[in-house]
């Protein structure tokens, strides 16, 4: 094979011109030596600065995207039926299968595992979120067997069990609007904190004071002092309790209150005015219809005017899809008066 080999300098400038020539063999991996580069070439050109030398180049081997290679092993009614839109928690795949497809789902598994290498273990959603902790059942189907894992996001690494606690990685986004709102010196409520996504991220990312989190599932709150303690935060206080019974006792008020449980998170509106303060902003959180996206604002007016409070809405963002037609949607509102 031929390779072309030119100085650390001038690799940079070589490379452009190979690429827009057509000439580089894109299947081999590159050979870097100490002070310079060998690119694999289809043939030997014109260029100042090169030198031709003869050389095995090593191929660079493309894994093949999951679905192509299921296509082959699957019927045309059984492709179509497959859901191939999963979720990654660090190295947890985890899929939805139908029940139509629970014949083939070791073979759906592990094709998804050897496609893909980030990938260590696969395991497939057993049941909806349920119960107070928000929960899910998980079944185990290929690679390790394990429900823990380490996940990165918004410059943060979050130990969590996919099946012990409630955590979403699609929620990172959500988190980082959020984070970047986020001003120097302020104190921050999250209630139902889980473990602790939103305070890890908002320590690690922005100057606030402090952070509080509140969460009822002891397992939960377990991993978030674990993820406090891997990303070393200094301003993160987490309580393990239930709100309705732990903000009342709490000294402080807040000029933040992020409030992520959509189910159901109105029976406790009244708990976050009640660490509020004037300018104070609110996330409520919600599961909306779009034909309903109104009864958010509607759910925050009651709760205001029941304990004398005026509110300004900010912001309604869609964060996320529940079912068909179904979002779970972010109200942001600031507390203007009568605290
Ligand atoms: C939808 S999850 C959100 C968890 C976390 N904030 C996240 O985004 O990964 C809701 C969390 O609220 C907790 N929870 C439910 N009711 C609670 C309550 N009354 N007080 C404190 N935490 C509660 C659940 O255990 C669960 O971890």
Same mark, same amino acid.
């Given at each position: ?22 000439? #580089? ?18 043939? /030997? ?61 070791? #073979? ?30 998980? /079944? ?6 394990? /429900? ?22 699609? #929620? ?129 007016? /009651? ?37």
């Amino acid at each position: 094979m031929i390779g072309a080999k030119v100085s650390l300098k001038k690799a940079e400038e070589v490379k452009k011109f190979i690429i827009n020539k057509g000439l #580089l063999l894109n299947d081999y991996w590159m050979v870097r030596l100490k002070n310079g580069v060998i690119f694999p070439v289809k043939k /030997k050109f014109e260029k100042t600065n090169v030198e031709f030398v003869s050389r095995v180049f090593k191929k660079i081997e493309k894994r093949q995207n999951w679905k192509q290679i299921l296509k082959k092993k699957l019927s045309k009614k059984e492709f179509d039926i497959l859901k191939t839109a999963h979720d990654v928690v660090g190295s947890i795949a985890i899929l939805e299968i139908p029940d139509e497809l629970k014949k083939k789902e070791k #073979l759906i598994a592990e094709t998804l595992l050897k496609a893909n290498k980030n990938v260590k273990t696969v395991l497939k959603k057993a049941g909806e979120h349920s119960g107070t902790f928000r929960t899910q059942k998980m /079944k185990w189907l290929a690679g390790e067997k394990t /429900k823990e894992t380490i996940h990165k996001e918004n410059n943060v690494r979050l130990k969590v069990n996919v099946k012990e606690i409630y955590f979403s990685a699609r #929620l990172s986004t959500e988190r980082k609007r959020i984070m970047k709102q986020i001003r120097r010196g302020v104190k921050i409520l999250v209630m139902f904190s889980g473990c602790a996504p939103y305070p890890c991220v908002f320590s690690k990312n922005t100057d606030a004071y402090k952070i509080v989190g509140i969460e009822i599932n002891p397992k939960a709150h377990r991993y978030a002092e674990e993820n406090v303690r891997i990303n070393k935060l200094n301003n993160v206080e987490l309580i393990l309790g239930d709100v309705k019974k732990v903000v009342p006792n709490l000294k402080e008020r807040f000029d933040r209150i992020c409030m992520p449980l959509p189910r159901g998170g109105e029976n406790f509106l009244k708990e976050a005015l009640m660490v509020s303060k004037k300018n104070t902003v609110i996330h409520f959180y919600d599961f909306l219809h779009k034909t309903e996206f109104d009864k958010a604002e509607e759910k925050v007016k /009651k709760a205001c005017d029941k304990t004398n409070i005026k509110c300004k809405f900010l912001d309604f963002v869609k964060c996320g899809q529940y079912s068909p037609g179904k979002y779970r949607i972010c109200l942001d509102f600031r507390v203007i008066a009568g605290i």
